[in-house]
């Protein structure tokens, strides 16, 4: 599947990486022209929700299936299984902490999408708000679990509902890109 974005992704790329190599020599050669473009190009994962399609899809085809489906198609082909595999991990499932059924969470989870609020705090959830986006501080797999685990007032299974990293190893920047460099 060919995909615009793709290949201006690599453009942009391609041009970063030339503006900041530049030298001072004339050169009438265009690095951007001498791209090749054509061939098929393939969705690898989807990771709006980080750990999502780890948890819920099986390893191998399924999981290379699931990462190259396409969102509004997701939820009617995946949220059977994921409703199975909720019930696998935790057999006494009845509602969550945001009183979601079974179903509604799986259904909601199967769309592996990242929702935005505009009006919203933007966080993957604060007590309060949920889902409007996800803010870097936001400990996804600590909500996930909870979700899964925690039971109606996210309380229940007090070791299941939390993965104990409460924090990143280095503090994020106070400036863009707010990433700590690598090692």
């Known amino acids: 599947m060919k995909s615009n974005k793709f290949k201006l992704i690599a453009v942009a790329v391609v041009c970063a990486v030339v503006s900041v190599n530049c030298d001072n020599n004339d050169s009438t050669t265009d690095p951007v022209a001498s791209l090749d473009f054509s061939g098929t190009f393939v969705q690898q994962d989807q990771m709006a929700r980080p750990a999502i399609n780890t948890v819920f899809i099986a390893a191998g085809a399924p999981k290379d299936e699931f ?45 592996d999408v990242l929702n935005v609020s505009k009006t919203a705090k933007t966080t993957f959830f604060d007590g309060t708000n949920v889902l409007t986006g996800r803010a ?34 280095k503090a994020f920047g106070v400036s863009f890109p707010y990433l700590a460099t690598a090692w």
């Open 67 to 111: 990462n190259a489906a396409i969102p509004s198609m997701m939820g009617a082909k995946y949220q059977p299984i994921f409703q199975s595999r909720l019930l696998a991990l935790n057999s006494g499932y009845t509602v969550n902490a945001l009183g979601q059924t079974a179903p509604q969470l799986t259904g909601l989870l199967s769309t």
């Open 136 to 169: 870097l501080a936001d400990d996804v797999i600590d909500v996930e679990l909870l979700l899964i685990f925690g039971g109606p007032m996210g309380t229940s299974n007090a070791a299941l509902t939390s993965d104990h990293v409460n924090a990143n190893d």
